[in-house]
């Protein structure tokens, strides 16, 4: 079992900066694949960012490209977003997931574990 828990989420005016942790423990994977999901109500889960412990294997969505960084510090076993430059339509849950997969994937079957989500509300 992997155990997820997400923090960071908040209030913040357009234009301003969250950042967003994942802390894992339990039993992770240095070959799992992290991933950052959003839901906004009514709409579906959708992909935000996707790293891999090594580092080596990071994708965007185009939505979030060149305002987002996803990292990693594998010695704390937690997974950030920074989330600058932020719009109202990045309002939603962000949800972390962990995954077995193999190169990039933007697909939440995809993903085996998931964490409680954290709110992000973005005010105009």
């Known amino acids: 079992q992997v155990q997820l828990v997400e923090s960071g989420g908040g209030l913040v005016q357009a234009g301003g900066s969250l950042r967003l942790s994942c802390a894992t423990s339990?039993?992770?994977?240095?070959?799992?694949?992290m991933g950052w999901f959003r839901q906004a109500p009514g709409k579906e889960r959708e992909f935000v960012a996707q790293?891999?412990?090594?580092?080596?294997?990071?994708h965007y969505a185009d939505s979030v490209k060149g305002r987002f960084t996803i990292s990693s510090d594998v010695g704390k076993k937690t997974v950030y977003l920074q989330m600058n430059s932020l719009v109202p339509e990045d309002t939603a849950v962000y949800y972390c997931?962990?995954?077995?997969?193999?190169?990039?994937?933007?697909?939440?079957?995809?993903?085996?574990?998931w964490g409680q989500g954290t709110q992000v509300t973005v005010s105009s």
């Open positions: 339990g039993r992770t994977s240095s070959t799992y694949t």
């Open positions: 790293i891999n412990w090594s580092g080596d294997i990071i």
């Open positions: 997931a962990a995954g077995n997969v193999v190169g990039v994937t933007t697909r939440p079957t995809d993903y085996y574990y």
